[in-house]
């Protein structure tokens, strides 16, 4: 099966193209400021975007060849991991998404070259992949619902790989995973389902290299009716400028830790901090498993460092086996899915938002 690859981002659009789980080909187009400046919204920048990637394939692919394209999921409505065919009613959604962020385009530039090459366009495991249990959604606010939002994609193609290397089923096994990124998410794995994760978006788990992570109610109120800062200023305390950026200035993590090994009390302190909100964080996601977690699944870009993986594991290791997979494969994660569903190996899944 040969499939194309479609991962946009804010400043790139990264394409591949696998013959089943062999990448044959890869590029990254960079669009640089002066490009993207005259866009008011995601949208607008739909043909721009389509013509990148027509021109880039020009003499590496004849869009004919292929048996299917697949994108990145965008922020469409609450709905369950898999693989989805790009509908009407998808299409729809990530025109109107409410959130503004170029994966929204993956599914529509999908579903063109698609028609194009007379192949089916599919897309999978968006960050709005929600299969959280009722009993974790509610909090003490009536007006305060827990969602899910997370590293859906990476987190699930990790578990399924682990599982295919132990020679068994992921909907067979209990597995936590730990992403490790500007944002942090720890997700549980229940036989295949989701079941309980920490929003690391919009402000729920352990602090990050760029995010606050849960903060104390009260002390935060406080705080915004201060007249210090106004709504967008906590917005950017509470993301992109929270975290280790708020102490240390920067989200570097492994010069962080460098220092810290250069005898830096105040990065050591910090990382320390960081390093002990994410081992707790795995600790309640273990609870949710009643104690019969299978693996603790260690990844993302912050997992390379090797004074990360040394902590983790003196705080967790013994709850389960610890597994290490740093950094992110999401091009690769891609191709598996519209693979396994092209092969009927994964299930096709219906998009039917509430």
């Known amino acids: 099966m040969k499939v194309l690859v479609i991962n946009p981002g804010s400043t790139s659009t990264k394409l591949a193209i696998y013959n089943d789980s062999q990448q044959i080909w890869k590029h990254g187009i960079y669009h640089q400021p002066e490009e993207l400046k005259d866009f008011q919204n995601i949208n607008e920048q739909y043909q721009y975007r389509r013509d990148c990637i027509t021109k880039a394939l020009q003499g590496v692919c004849d869009l004919k060849e292929l048996d299917g394209i697949i994108g990145r999921g ?23 998404a409410k959130m503004q962020h170029a994966s929204n385009l993956a599914g529509l530039l999908a579903d063109e070259l698609g028609s194009i090459a007379g192949c089916p366009a599919f897309i999978a495991d968006p960050v709005v992949t929600d299969e959280m249990w009722e009993i974790a959604r509610p909090t003490g606010m009536t007006e305060i619902e827990r969602i899910s939002i997370f590293h859906a994609l990476n987190s699930r193609a990790v578990s399924r790989n682990y599982a295919k290397e132990i020679g068994k089923r992921y909907e067979d096994l209990n597995i936590i995973v730990a992403h490790l990124g500007g944002g942090i998410t720890v997700s549980a794995h229940q036989h295949g389902r989701v079941v309980d994760v920490n929003d690391g978006l919009n402000g729920e788990g352990p602090f990050s290299p760029e995010r606050a992570g849960t903060i ?19 917005k950017k305390k509470l993301i992109g400028q929270g975290g280790l950026m708020a102490h240390l200035g920067t989200t570097n993590t492994q010069l962080i830790l460098e220092k810290a ?11 320390d901090a960081m390093h002990y909100a994410i081992a707790k964080q795995i600790g309640a ?30 705080w967790v290791g013994y709850l389960a086996p610890i597994v290490v997979v740093p950094g992110e494969d999401e091009l690769g994660a891609l191709a598996m899915n519209a693979i396994g569903a092209l092969k009927g190996e994964l299930p096709l899944q219906e998009y039917n938002p509430k």
Do not use: W
Not at 74 to 96: A, F, Q, W
Not at 261 to 271: E, L, R, Y
């Open 74 to 96: 965008g922020l469409l409505k609450p709905m369950p991991g898999g693989v989805y065919r790009v509908t009407e009613r998808i299409k729809e959604d990530l025109k109107n």
């Open 285 to 314: 996601m273990h609870v949710t498993m009643k104690g019969k977690t299978d693996a603790i699944i260690i990844t993302g870009g912050i997992a390379h460092n090797e004074a990360t993986i040394v902590s983790l594991k003196d």
């Open 261 to 271: 090994a250069a005898g830096d009390k105040k990065c050591q302190s910090i990382m």
């Open 216 to 234: 104390p109610a009260a002390q935060l109120a406080e705080l915004c009716f201060s007249g210090k800062y106004t709504l967008a200023e906590i």
